[in-house]
């Protein structure tokens, strides 16, 4: 409310109202991920989109879907999570997106609590490029069945950027690692349960093919 003081009857008055409208609501893969696990309530970057997270919490324990948790500012105020960066990619394997709006403590939220279900974890990292039209893994890269993905040809689309480097790494965590590696790209805590950094990546496209899939590549203006 926005109030004003009045001379007469009740000495103040309300000069305006304001609201937070739920309009991106629409949009109802952003809020959560589905893990091999169940659901997880993730953590949107743009504060206009927090109230959508508190309404879908309650869809899913209305439809009793395995909800595993929900990732808030007290875990850490650095953690974010959107359901456009995630995908179970096979039996043992996830894939998470992390950049300009999943964070890596948003990876490690999942880690640590074990929600993923999956061996391995690879997150899809992306360091500079951090644009709007590549913001989320699924902005550039899906799955058309277990052989084939289709993905952004990040050597044309390099050629309209030359300031930033567009193609990303990968970081492949491992829930049965004995030890791990280190990073000087990521940084990760030792609370991260059971998963381990075991292997990098120089790009995304030694990542696919090393999983044995066949990329059909698509340029920036199809994108």
């Given amino acids: 409310y926005k109030l004003k003081p009045t001379e007469l009857n009740t ?8 609201f937070k409208p739920l309009g991106n609501l629409i949009f109802c893969r952003d809020q959560q991920i589905t893990t091999a696990k169940g659901v ?3 953590r949107a970057r743009s504060n206009q989109r927090a109230g959508e997270h508190i309404i879908m919490e309650q869809v899913f324990k209305n439809l009793q879907s395995n909800l595993l ?13 959107e359901g456009g960066d995630y995908y179970v990619a096979k039996k043992d394997l996830s894939l998470l997106g992390v950049g300009l709006r999943t964070s890596m403590k948003g990876a490690e939220y999942l880690m640590e609590n074990d929600f993923l279900g999956t061996r391995y974890l690879a997150v899809v990292y992306d360091k500079e490029d951090l644009d709007q039209q590549r913001m989320h893994l699924d902005t550039y890269f899906n799955f058309l069945n277990d ?18 480097k567009i193609e990303r790494k ?11 590696i280190d990073s000087d790209d990521i940084k990760v805590t030792n609370s991260s349960g059971k998963y381990k950094l075991v292997k990098i990546y120089d790009n995304f496209y030694d990542f696919l093919k090393e999983n044995k899939y066949e990329l059909i590549k698509v340029k920036h203006q199809q994108q």
């Fill in 11 to 18: 000495f103040i008055e309300p000069t305006s109202i304001s």
């Fill in 40 to 42: 997880v309530i993730g």
């Fill in 170 to 180: 990968v970081y492949l965590f491992d829930n049965k690692a004995d030890k791990g």
């Fill in 147 to 164: 052989k084939y993905v289709i993905v952004l040809d990040f050597d044309e689309v390099q050629k309209h950027y030359k300031n930033k």
């Fill in 69 to 81: 948790g929900v990732l808030t500012e007290k875990y850490d105020k650095d953690a974010f999570l």
